[in-house]
T-cell receptor
Framework: DSGVTQTPKHLITATGQRVTLRCSPR?????VYWYQQSLDQGLQFLIQ???????AKGNILERFSAQQFPDLHSELNLSSLELGDSALYFC???????????FGPGTRLTVT | GEDVEQSLFLSVREGDSSVINCTYT??????LYWYKQEPGAGLQLLTY?????DMKQDQRLTVLLNKKDKHLSLRIADTQTGDSAIYFC??????????????FGKGTKLSVIP
């Protein structure tokens, strides 16, 4: 158990809908990272937040957004969902901006 | 751009050594990592090596880095059935403002035959 928690574990929704994925980092970690894992693209970095501020952006679509709250938990919002958004979404956290990232168990999103 | 390549499958007998290989393209990589993913679980950080090191040993795990050839390997000694999982190689590059961005390979599925 890495200490990173993610909810929900599974999510099934329809095309065009909007969902919110939640992540709580390890106690004391200030950085949160979001990744998408799909069969064709593999594991791709989406976005990083550090102590409430966006720090780095990867291959994140404009339909996706994220934020980190004062209590350091983070939410990833996915809107206008498409079938291709079906994937595992992982959150990771690190102490400060350390290179060691610890991953949560993931949220499996299925868009039908 | 960055690219990390790994073979997709490896099968070994219990008790043998496993060697999982990885190549990367970004010469400015700062750290290189091995993560393990068991079915239905997240990624577990197994070990990492700083880019100016050649080797790192941690119990049954040995990481070898050939920076000239941009080749990373993970050796698991005395492989057990519990080692069956997908192993991801990743590199990190410093992207400024104190951020390290990870690029992952597609993963190598290790199957251990009892």
């Amino acid at each position: 158990d890495s200490g990173v928690t993610q909810t929900p574990k599974h999510l099934i929704t329809a095309t065009g809908q909007r969902v919110t994925l939640r992540c709580s980092p390890r106690s004391g970690d200030l950085s949160v990272y979001w990744y998408q894992q799909s069969l064709d693209q593999g594991l791709q970095f989406l976005i990083q937040y550090y102590n409430g501020e966006e720090r780095a952006k990867g291959n994140i679509l404009e339909r996706f957004s994220a934020q980190q709250f004062p209590d350091l938990h983070s939410e990833l919002n996915l809107s206008s969902l498409e079938l291709g958004d079906s994937a595992l979404y992982f959150c990771a956290s690190s102490v400060g901006q350390s290179h060691e990232q610890y991953f949560g168990p993931g949220t499996r999103l299925t868009v039908t | 751009g960055e690219d990390v390549e790994q073979s997709l499958f490896l099968s070994v007998r219990e008790g043998d050594s496993s060697v999982i290989n990885c190549t990367y393209t970004d010469s400015s990589s700062t750290y290189l990592y091995w993560y393990k993913q068991e079915p239905g679980a997240g990624l577990q950080l197994l070990t990492y090596i700083f880019s100016n090191m050649d080797m790192k040993q941690d119990q049954r795990l040995t990481v070898l880095l050939n920076k000239k050839d941009k080749h990373l390997s993970l050796r698991i000694a005395d492989t057990q059935t519990g080692d069956s999982a997908i192993y991801f190689c990743a590199e990190s590059t410093y992207s400024g403002a104190g951020s390290y961005q990870l690029t992952f390979g597609k993963g190598t599925k290790l199957s251990v035959i009892p």
